[in-house]
Every structure is written in C-alpha cells, then in structure tokens.
C-alpha cells in the first residue's frame, strides 16, 4: 500500500513539476513569436515579462469572507497528508536486531542485517530459485521478512514457496527462537532468451 503510495505521488510531483517547467520554458523564451504559434488563453505564461501572479490576481480575493478559511483548511489538509505520509515512511523501519534467549538467564543479541543475508543465502540456495533478497521489518511488535524470490525458468512457485517455507523460514525460526516469523514473498522470474525449436 504504502509502496503505491509512494509512487503515485512521485509520478504526480513529477508530471505537474514538468508541466510548470514547460509553461515557463515556452514563456520565457518567447516561444510563440518565434516560432508563430499561439498559445491557449488558460496558459499562464504568454511572454518573457509575464509573471505567475499579477496584482489584481493577488488583491482579488482579500475582500472575500470564505477566502481565508478556505485556504488555512486546504493548507492543514496538506500538512495532515505530508505528516502522515512522513510518519509511515518512519514506521516501517528495518529490523536491527532480535534478541534471542540462550536458555541460561543470558540473552544474545543477533543483527538483524545478518540475519537476513543468512536467510536470503538459505533461500537461493533452494531448488529453483536464481537469486533471493531478504528485508526483516518489525510489524506490530514482531519481526516480519520481505522475501522477493527470483526464480529460474524450469521453477514451480509451488514448490519454491513451500520449499521456502519448510527451510529457510523454519530454519531460521529455530535459530533464533522466534514463534513466528511471517512472510511476505514476491515471486519473480528470471530473464532468459527464448529457446528455439526445431
């Protein structure tokens, strides 16, 4: 979800700064005489003197009750937005480390990064997969994996998630006395030329 997020609003930050870039572009360098086009009435920018704001779009509004209002609500939904996407952004950070009870009142401490090259090293190693890259989030107070398998042409995703599932996964549960550790996984497939027949 949040990845969607993320992308939708880059790509809408990127299309209407690209927008607001060309309509200066054309403005500013005079474009229209140059190249003798004329431009929509709505654009705003027709020359090199013009500018976003004039002074009687400026004024135009001050006399209007709703106009302040209206604003200071639209600009504290901005901020609303860009708190909450800041905050979701902080949430979901990676595990750094899990401690793991050695069973004699002393405690070891596991970083969470060798964790998961251990895990993705026991992931790739299985039947069918190419390449496997591990992320360990902490999701509600437990340790979740992000596992993405990249898996080779002759692969069944069955297999490879069960495979996944009974080893690496359970392996590392064991390893680390976790209860649970569950796991999202992404399956692609790897890239190969097609074979030809015949």
């Not at 939708?8 to 403005?27: E, R």
């Not at 709505?42 to 704001?53: E, M, N, R, S």
């Not at 340790?143 to 392996?171: I, K, S, Y």
């Amino acid at each position: 979800m949040l990845k969607t997020v993320n992308r939708v609003l880059l790509g809408l930050t990127g299309v209407l700064l690209v927008a607001l870039g060309a309509a200066v572009l054309v403005g500013a360098l005079d474009l229209p005489r140059h190249w003798d086009f004329s431009l929509p009435s709505a654009w705003p920018f027709g020359g090199p003197d013009d500018v976003l704001l004039t002074d009687a779009d400026r004024r135009r509004w001050r006399g209007r009750d709703w106009w302040w209002p209206v604003l200071l609500a639209a600009l504290a939904v901005l901020l609303l937005l860009a708190l909450w996407w800041l905050f979701a952004q902080l949430r979901r950070r990676r595990l750094r480390e899990i401690v793991i009870d050695c069973g004699d009142g002393e405690v070891a401490r596991l970083r969470g990064p060798a964790l998961e090259e251990a895990l993705a090293a026991e992931a790739g190693a299985l039947d069918g997969v190419d390449r496997a890259h591990v992320v360990l989030t902490r999701r509600r107070g437990e340790p979740e994996a992000r596992v993405t398998l990249t898996l080779a042409p002759h692969a069944a995703p069955a297999a490879a998630l069960r495979q996944l599932d009974a080893e690496a996964l359970r392996n590392a549960r064991m390893s680390t006395g976790l209860e649970r550790l569950p796991a999202k996984v992404r399956l692609r497939a790897v890239r190969h030329r097609a074979e030809r027949v015949g």
